[in-house]
């Protein structure tokens, strides 16, 4: 059996985090993996390290260790990449890159010495493949989604929280400043003002960062904080949007989760946005630069049921075959 490597910097209940825990459920039958994380940040999800542990080998890495696999997968552009060769050896390696690169700063993107060791770069969306200066050795795989996503969705929830009669919103995710604070109070307003009966549930938990976005929404009485849920499907089925107002994604993954469910999304107009949605077809597109939200509640609210309609025939399948190709070849 063929040992796959994956490093990441921490453990934290994220969207790389995710797309780990989908690759390993689907593969783990065939492949050994072997999770392994620095944590210098002191920062660690116990919860999703004990979901990663159903399926791998997960650990710190510890300065003695020394770990060997036939493919590594380094999750993160921005690492000590001379001191965790040392430690980390793989026949195969491959950048797997799930965020933008940071302008201020050089990423291993830049770095020919580090490339050198890289066979290729794997990119989550055809956006990220475009920012790199490398396409020879990059190619696009999208992120897998749950194979028995709608079987999830049927799950029952507790909260009586979609009672919006004109319509009922949903956003899914880690609770950061980065997925659009101020534009989601500027969606509520827009509602609120045009005199909308909405829902407004938050799924997810944030870090720092949590406490200041309640505060901001507590002005709001129809907002619902739930917290953290391991299956978030049963919430996005049961809403009429999936809302994300993020300033950047690299790949919205749950917005394809969404329309796996038959749920279109409002979604800001970050570049991933139009791989994924398309305009007042399968969702609505809010420009990120205008405050004028009252331009796009009509849409919202009477086009629901044709969004609806135009994802019924949506099919979406996890991509197997290709990271098969990777794990075989080394």
Known sequence: MKKIIIYNETLLSGGIEKCIELLITEFHQRYEFEIVYLNES???????????KKYANVHKLS??????GDICLWCRSYMDWRRLFKQIHAKKNYLWVHSKPREDDNSLLDDEEFLSHIDEILCVSQTVRNMLNVNTKSRVIYNFIPND????????????????????????GRISVSKGFDRITLLLDALDEKNIDYNFVVVGKGRSKEQEFRELLS??????????????????????????????ETWGNVITEAKALGIPAIVTNFPAAYEQIEDDVNGVVIDMNTDNYIQYIDRIVKNKEKYRENLRDFKFENDKKTWEGIFDEA
């Open 63 to 68: 300065p003695e260790d020394v770990v060997e």
């Open 219 to 248: 002005k709001y009485p129809k907002v619902t904080f739930v917290g953290y849920k391991d299956n978030p499907y049963s919430y996005i089925a049961r809403a009429d949007y999936l809302v994300l107002l993020s300033t950047f």
């Open 149 to 172: 996503i709608k079987e999830q969705s049927k799950e029952n929830i507790l909260e009586d929280v979609f009672t919006g009669k004109d319509v009922n919103l949903v956003m899914v």
């Open 42 to 52: 002191g920062m660690l999800d116990i919860t999703v390290e004990n979901r990663l």
